[in-house]
């Protein structure tokens, strides 16, 4: 009975476990309406454009109109894998490389791009060193509506979530009785071997 129970198990696991990982990998969904994600995908750590940008947000002057922006950095090294010089998991690094689509060309040139709150992507174009006046730019470029986003509060999601539920008037006018709460499930029979 253990061993069929753990066979389960394991062919769920290798079911399931691919497309679980793909919702949760993705680290551009957690920005999603809250902030702007500036991304870098750079050859290498010693990439001049990737260098330029992080001695750059190391003053408190750039560093705060950074932050005032909502930008967040993000950058791919190789493939190495950082969100404001913390590092991230392999599968967030190769879900960012795989959002990006990247072709072997474009490895050999640090690629920039601004991902709007909305999702929306960017491509910042630069000559090798990329000021952060530029960046800047690209952002206050952004559309009306996008910079207008923000991200919903818990009290909206659960406005939201009793619009749905609103009573139905019942054939006499009179409000709907509430449905009764399903019961709890049942636990499954064991196996017998």
Partial sequence: ?????LTLAALLAIVAGPALAADSDDPLGQELYKTRPLVVLAPSTADPTLRALNKALEDPATKAAFEERKLVLYSVAGMIGKRDDK??????????IRKFKF??????????VLVGKDGELHRIEHTGILEPKAIYDAVDQLPAAEKAIV????ADLKEDATKGKEAKPGKDGKPAKPAKPAPPPKPPKPLED
Avoid: E, G, I, Y
């Avoid at 009975?1 to 129970?5: E, K, P």
């Avoid at 991200?151 to 818990?154: A, F």
């Fill in 151 to 154: 991200p919903p509060t818990v």
């Fill in 103 to 112: 072709s072997a060309r474009d490895t050999m040139v640090t690629q920039v």
């Fill in 87 to 96: 590092f991230l998991d392999q599968q967030a690094t190769m879900a960012l």
């Fill in 1 to 5: 009975m253990l061993v069929r129970s």
